[in-house]
T-cell receptor
Framework: VTLLEQNPRWRLVPRGQAVNLRCILK??????MSWYQQDLQKQLQWLFT????????VKSLPGADYLATRVTDTELRLQVANMSQGRTLYCTC???????????FGHGTKLSVL | GDQVEQSPSALSLHEGTDSALRCNFT?????VQWFRQNSRGSLISLFY????TKENGRLKSAFDSKERRYSTLHIRDAQLEDSGTYFC?????????????FGKGTQLIIQP
């Protein structure tokens, strides 16, 4: 059973253009939602964890700037700007409120720079 | 430097053999998780350990409960479907449960 819905699986991003990603939580038992990036060398890196609607954070990493927003209990968004290198963004969830600290991943959205 | 050191970086095995993957942590960690990534990029949760060992079919994982500075993943009787990239990820004592630090991965190829 899929816990997270991430679409599309792949996006081509013109250089200099921002892209907006969405992640939908399909099971409210796992409300802790996060974003991770995987670079072209396959290194996975935590970006944000946003628990409550209205939570918002920004971060700049080599090759991209990020703005993450927890829109509702079921929707997490990520704006990726100034991307100079391709990467894959994964949405994750966990149920640590209930003592389930396993991390579950969405299918990811692979971003390529045009 | 890297907090999570994973070895080996790549491994090629024949079906039916056993293998062990390892992660060393440069500092004490609260918990460890293991994942497998397939060729399409999907990451599957294999184990979560706060201590001790867990077993699931042909997979077994251990987290050093005393020093909390290494973890292992054993694969018994390797099958073709075990191929993929295996990642360990650890939670530091101060990071928060969803903030995991990942190793660089072990690319595992199982040959007939």
């Amino acid at each position: 059973v899929t816990l997270l819905e991430q679409n599309p699986r792949w996006r081509l991003v013109p250089r200099g253009q921002a892209v907006n990603l969405r992640c939908i939580l399909k099971n409210s038992q796992y409300p802790w939602m996060s974003w991770y990036q995987q670079d072209l060398q396959k290194q996975l890196q935590w970006l944000f964890t946003l628990r409550s609607p209205g939570d918002k954070e920004v971060k700049s990493l080599p090759g991209a700037d990020y703005l993450a927003t927890r829109v509702t209990d079921t929707e997490l968004r990520l704006q990726v700007a100034n991307m100079s290198q391709g990467r894959t963004l994964y949405c994750t969830c966990s149920g640590r409120d209930r003592g389930d600290e396993r991390l579950f991943f969405g299918h990811g959205t692979k971003l390529s720079v045009l | 430097g890297d907090q999570v050191e994973q070895s080996p970086s790549a491994l090629s095995l024949h079906e039916g053999t056993d293998s062990a993957l390892r992660c060393n942590f440069t500092t004490t960690m609260r918990s460890v998780q293991w994942f497998r990534q397939n060729s399409r990029g999907s990451l599957i949760s294999l184990f979560y350990l706060a201590s001790g060992t867990k077993e699931n079919g042909r997979l077994k994982s251990a987290f050093d409960s005393k020093e909390r500075r290494y973890s292992t993943l054993h694969i018994r009787d390797a099958q073709l479907e075990d191929s993929g990239t295996y990642f360990c990820a650890a939670e530091a004592n101060t990071g928060g449960a969803d903030r995991l630090t990942f190793g660089k991965g072990t690319q595992l190829i199982i040959q007939p």
